[in-house]
Nanobody
């Protein structure tokens, strides 16, 4: 079993910062990409940022220059530093990780999701 646990969400005023963290634990033989999604009320879930095992990143256009994703491969963690937050960033943020849980196949990774952490940005 694999578990992803997010932390760091909360309430912040516009222009402020938050740092989200996510830790993966369980039967892990390898992690490919890790990332953060978010979903606001009535909105579709969208990819906010993603980082590969080698450190390559991509971002949702609306957060470029404000958010930074990073990871620690030794600790199986991924963080999202969020600066200059806007009310439009309000959403539940979900951590994801593509994890190999078996040794029988090198190319099979399963997508795991955290339960989400609420980020609320007030104006």
């Amino acid at each position: 079993q694999v578990q992803l646990v997010e932390s760091g969400g909360g309430l912040v005023q516009a222009g402020g910062s938050l740092r989200l963290s996510c830790a993966a634990s369980g039967t892990i033989y390898g992690i490919n990409s890790m990332g953060w999604y978010r979903q606001a009320p009535t909105k579709v879930r969208e990819l906010v940022a993603r980082i590969t095992s080698s450190g390559l990143t991509n971002y949702l256009d609306s957060v470029k220059g404000r958010f930074t994703i990073s990871r620690d491969n030794a600790e199986n963690t991924v963080d999202l530093q969020m600066n200059s937050l806007k009310p439009e960033d309000t959403a539940v943020y979900y951590c994801t990780a593509d994890i190999r849980t078996r040794t029988t196949s090198l190319n099979v990774y399963n997508r795991f999701w955290g339960r989400g952490t609420q980020v609320t940005v007030s104006s």
